[in-house]
């Protein structure tokens, strides 16, 4: 029942290692459950990206 549900709900989207996701303070309408591979967290720190946090298969994230 579940996976019907899902299947019905859901849709599955494949990215390349270098595609940003979303950017902070943009609307939030999306929420992602991570099948395999990672998604990192990056804070502008002075005039470069900085690694704050990294998600992994099976972590959720994103507007609920």
Known sequence: ????IAVRYLRMEVWSA????????QP?????????????ILEPCQSVLKEVNRLGSGVAFGER
Do not use: C, N, Q, T
């Not at 940003?20 to 303070?25: A, I, Q, R, V, Y």
């Open 28 to 40: 939030g309408d999306k929420f992602y459950i991570i099948v395999k591979g990672e998604v990192k």
């Open 1 to 4: 029942m579940a996976r019907k």
């Open 18 to 25: 270098d595609h940003e996701l979303f950017h902070s303070g």
